[in-house]
Each structure stands twice: as structure tokens, then as C-alpha cells.
């Protein structure tokens, strides 16, 4: 976009052309301010005892049943992203002594630290328990999150 | 002294155990906010509308659905010509037959379910065997105690029907020239040895060119099923009403024994875990402890069920579906642990009065019948019971069960697609 403008020989497509670069700039040097605009708070978040943060953000918010959809969950510890773990989720209702009804997989590392988690869908009204499984480097962590809907 | 005291004793105990059966919970005057977003998570009026199926291309086309019709009430679909799919899910019945176990050729092992909503579903059978509609359409027809006839036949039928053949093209392009393909008169690789042995003798690109008409066959009666849907209730116009007032009485719209059974249905029964939503279902499978079938053994449920659709050629990932790969999020992302074991699917309640009897084999004749059974939560053949027991009295069920009855209603579908199409009836 920037060669495109810069060679044109229109005066406002060579100011439209320069906005948006600069726009783009900004973008690169200030991403995690971009992506704060984005992102909605954490739908669910919790720290571990080792100082692990986990937090997802629900691509459905607030979270409802009976609809398939997809979360982004961030790891981090001590500020830094936690980047190529292997994250498992499972999970249930205590209640009525029975799993999930899909079994989501994380498909993608969508950034250091960002996991994409797809095949989500809950199906009953109530208490959820989710257990997360992380591992990295011959390290284990479980972390657990409750909550109603 | 003893045997006084005994005279005496007993016949109250008696006296008091009725009494308490008899009881019916006072009725308080308004709904919490808690139980009025309960009451309208459950109003049609709250049901989107129905998403698109991107496995079938023309799940939502006009002249698909009409084509459908025609192929839904035609017993031409059956080797003897005597069985058409409205054979079993009559419109009369709410799309059910009034039987214990569905009738086609001879007798099946399943009870049939209605088709009211069931577009909504991302999977059919009570065991979740199939995840569409249109791959559900095509199993029966093939199914030797169901229509019994063969996909090479019904492509024969298509081809011979100039109606037919005229609608297939309108809707899926070119009919293709199979009486040039010198092929058996009948084949199926599901079909009786005769059929299986002529499937065999077909080459690859043959059988592909028929499994495609088949699965098309199917794509039409799924549009035409997808006209197929519920109607507000009485209880729908309460929980409109309810959106001004929070009262419990609105006007005679239901009986305090209607309002008491709504009460526990959200509440102490927590009928609304599983049928949840506004019709009444999650679509999910839940073990609930029903006794197998007579003569029959316990049934795996969804734990054979979904093992049986990751295998299917017509599933969403399959040559045959229009979805790509990341629009079959359900079958990508099903389940497939134990704990399914035994665990069916949950049907919904809407117009439930009109499609007894009950349960995946037909096992429960009455809605009080169902009642007590999800009382007492019996221990499962298979796996455990999800349910508990409930501890409710008898009039309590009688008032869950009066409930139930206030979601019977006229259709929302037109009245055309409610019949066998005029040129079909003889």
C-alpha cells in the first residue's frame, strides 16, 4: 500500500495511501493495545498455585448452551507467554456425574502464549467443572476452573 | 396394648401418607427473576431461526422441499410399494405412529420419534447414528425392516417419474444418463446378498454416480422435513404474557396445577437440564436408567451411535456432503467416552401428548408413566443413571405432567405440507 501510494501521482490517493500505513505502523508498535481494543475481558480466568494464568476468552460471551463455538485461551506465568505447551481440556458436571457432550481440541498456537480451543459446546443449565492439562519441557499442570451457566 | 396402640397407629400412617400424596404445594404469587429467564428460555417465541445445514446445499430451497414431499409420502420408495416414510412419521400424529416399535416391512427396533423441530438437531437417532438430516433420510430406505428397497432402485424410480426427473434437475442440475450404464435392475452395499453381490459388480465411478442421486434423494426429503415445525402453545402465550407482569396467574391461561408443574419442571424436578431451550431438548444423550427393549438387549446408545456416524460415506466430511471440513464442527468434536454408554437422545416435548408412547423402544405408555419412572431414577442396565431421585409426591407428578400438556399446538407449518401432494394421490 505504502509503494502504491507514494508513486501515484494523485495527491489524495498519496494522503489516503500514507493514513493508512501510518495506521499500520501504530498497529505493529502498539499491537497489544490493538488487540485490548479487540478483546473483550476474560470470559473465565485462573491462577495456579505455581503462578500459571489461564484465561479464556469465549468467542460466545456471556457463555450459553446448545451453541458449538470456539475459545482463545491464554497462558502466561510471571508476565511471559507460555508458548508450545500441549493443552488438553476436560471436563463435566459433577452434579449429574457425567463429561462434556464434545470434546474440544486445541487445533492451533495462534500466537506465543494464545491457544485456539474449537469444539465447544455445553448442553445442560448449571455446575461446570473443567480440568485444563498443560505440559511442557516434562512439566505438568493441571489447572480447574467452576462455573455456572 | 401393643396391638391397640397398632389399630391406632397404622390407619394414621396410613391417613397421613395420603394426605401427603394428596398435597399439592401452595403456589407462590409471583415468579423470581431467576424462574422467569427460566420460563422464557423455554418460549417458542425466544427459537431462532433455524441455521442453515452447509452440508446440504439446498436444505433451504422451495421447489427441493416440494420434491421432497412428493418423495416422503410416496410408497414407491419401498420394495413392495407399500411403505413411504409417512408410513411410520404420519403429519396426524406429530410425524409419530402411535406404536410401541416402528412398523415398515416388519417390525423395527426403535421407537419413532417425531420430526417436530428436528431440523434443529445436529444429530438424529436416538443414538446420534447420523449427523444430518438428509444422511438420516437415506438409512430407512434402505434398511431391510424399514422401506427395504436399494439406492440403485430409487435412482431407477427418479429416472423413470418424468415428475421426478424434472425436479431433480431443477434442483441438482443434470440427471445423469444411467439406463445407458447397463447396470443391475437393483444394488446397494447395504442391501439383501443379491443387492450386495450387484453392488460389487459395478465399477467405482458407477457406484459413486448412484450413492450422489441417493444422497440427493435424501438433500430433498431433508428440505421437505425442515417445513416440519412446532407451533405456540398455551405456555408460550404465558411466558409472553410474562414479559410485563411477573405474576404467576395470568388471566386463565394455565391451571394452578399447570403453573405448579412449570414450577418443578424448572426447579426441584429439573426436568429443564436436559430439556432445555425452547423445544424443550439439548439434541444431547443422556442415560436415564429405561429398561432395554423387551426381547432385546440393552441398547450401547450413543457410544455405538457416534462410531457408527464417523464411519457413515454420508456424513458431513464425507465425498457427498456440500460442508467443508471446518463446518463439521459436531463430528469433528464429538465424544466418544464411556460414559456414554446407554445413553440416548433427548426428544423433545413439545406436543409430547400426541406421540405416545415413550422412550427409545415405545417402554412407557403414559406421561405419568414417565413421571414416576424419572421419581424414582431406577439403576441403569448399562453405565449409571445421570438422574437421581426426585422425591416428589403423586400429585406433584400429576402437576408435571399437567404441564406437559400445555405445549400442544397446531403446526407452525403451512397446510400443504401437512398432506400427501395432490399429484401423488390416486
Not at chain 2, 35 to 54: G, K, M, R, T, V
Not at chain 2, 351 to 375: A, K, R
Amino acid at each position: 500500500m505504502h509503494t502504491i501510494a507514494s508513486y501515484s501521482s494523485d495527491r489524495r490517493k498519496l494522503l489516503s495511501g500514507l493514513f493508512i500505513n501510518s495506521l499500520l505502523c501504530l498497529l505493529l508498535v502498539f499491537p497489544n493495545t490493538a488487540k485490548a481494543a479487540e478483546d473483550q475481558q476474560a470470559t473465565l480466568f485462573v491462577t495456579t498455585a505455581s503462578g500459571m494464568i489461564l484465561e479464556v476468552f469465549s468467542e460466545l460471551d456471556p457463555l450459553q448452551i446448545n451453541i458449538m463455538h470456539s475459545w482463545r485461551v491464554r497462558l502466561s506465568k510471571s508476565g511471559s507467554p507460555l508458548s508450545g505447551a500441549s493443552v488438553t481440556m476436560s471436563g463435566g458436571m459433577p452434579d449429574h456425574d457425567h463429561g462434556l457432550p464434545t470434546r474440544a481440541v486445541v487445533t492451533e498456537e495462534l500466537e506465543p502464549g494464545l491457544y485456539l480451543l474449537e469444539g465447544i459446546r455445553f448442553h445442560m443449565p448449571g455446575r461446570w467443572q473443567l480440568v485444563f492439562s498443560i505440559e511442557k519441557d516434562d512439566n505438568s499442570e493441571q489447572a480447574a476452573i467452576d462455573f455456572s451457566l | 396394648m401393643m396391638k391397640k396402640s397398632l389399630l391406632v397407629l397404622l390407619p394414621a400412617a396410613a391417613l397421613a401418607l395420603l394426605v401427603w400424596n394428596l398435597y399439592s404445594s401452595r403456589l407462590p404469587d409471583s415468579w423470581t427473576d431467576q424462574q422467569l429467564a427460566s420460563i422464557q428460555s423455554l418460549s417458542l417465541y425466544n427459537l431462532p431461526p433455524l441455521a442453515p445445514d452447509p452440508s446440504n446445499a439446498v436444505a433451504d430451497d422451495e421447489t427441493a422441499a416440494e420434491f421432497g414431499q412428493l418423495l416422503y409420502f410416496d410408497t414407491r420408495l419401498s420394495s413392495n410399494n407399500t411403505v413411504s416414510c409417512a408410513n411410520c412419521h404420519k403429519p396426524e400424529l406429530m410425524f409419530t405412529d402411535g406404536l410401541a416399535l416402528a412398523v415398515g416391512m416388519a417390525e423395527g427396533p426403535r421407537h419413532t420419534p417425531s420430526l417436530l423441530g428436528l431440523s434443529y438437531s445436529p444429530w438424529f437417532y436416538w443414538d446420534g447414528r447420523k449427523d444430518s438430516q438428509w444422511s438420516q433420510a437415506l438409512a430407512p430406505l434402505e434398511a431391510g425392516v424399514e422401506h427395504a428397497t436399494d439406492r440403485l432402485s430409487i435412482s431407477r424410480l427418479i429416472a423413470e417419474d418424468a415428475t421426478y426427473s424434472d425436479y431433480y434437475e431443477k434442483v441438482f442440475r443434470a440427471f445423469p444418463d444411467i439406463e445407458s450404464m447397463s447396470l443391475p435392475q437393483s444394488a446397494s452395499p447395504l442391501g439383501n446378498q443379491a443387492a450386495q453381490e450387484n453392488w460389487a459388480s459395478m465399477n467405482t465411478e458407477e457406484q459413486r454416480v448412484i450413492s450422489r442421486i441417493f444422497s440427493n434423494v435424501g438433500k430433498a426429503l431433508a428440505a421437505y422435513q425442515r417445513k416440519i415445525l412446532p407451533g405456540p402453545a398455551r405456555f408460550d402465550q404465558y411466558a409472553r404474557q410474562l414479559e410485563d407482569s411477573n405474576s404467576t396467574q395470568q388471566g386463565d391461561l394455565l391451571s394452578n396445577s399447570e403453573i405448579a408443574g412449570l414450577a418443578l419442571f424448572i426447579d426441584q424436578a429439573q426436568c429443564i437440564s436436559c430439556h432445555n431451550g425452547p423445544l424443550f431438548t439439548n439434541q444431547d444423550f443422556h442415560n436415564t436408567g429405561v429398561l432395554a427393549v423387551s426381547g432385546q438387549l440393552p441398547s450401547m446408545g450413543r457410544y455405538d451411535g457416534i462410531r457408527i456416524a464417523r464411519d457413515d460415506p454420508f456424513n458431513c466430511l464425507g465425498e457427498f456432503s456440500d460442508a467443508s471440513p471446518s463446518q463439521c464442527m459436531e463430528l469433528r468434536f464429538a465424544r466418544d467416552e464411556n460414559d456414554l454408554v446407554g445413553a440416548q437422545k433427548t426428544p423433545t416435548l413439545r406436543n409430547i401428548d400426541l406421540t405416545s408412547p415413550y422412550m427409545h423402544g415405545g417402554q412407557l405408555n403414559t406421561l405419568l408413566e414417565v413421571m414416576v419412572h424419572y421419581n424414582d431414577a431406577p439403576v441403569s442396565m448399562l453405565n449409571h443413571n445421570e438422574a437421581k431421585p426426585l422425591g416428589l409426591r403423586s400429585s406433584q407428578l400429576e402437576q408435571l405432567r399437567d404441564f406437559l400438556l400445555t405445549l400442544t399446538a397446531p403446526l407452525a407449518t403451512e397446510d400443504k405440507w401437512l398432506q400427501s401432494p395432490a399429484s401423488l394421490k390416486p
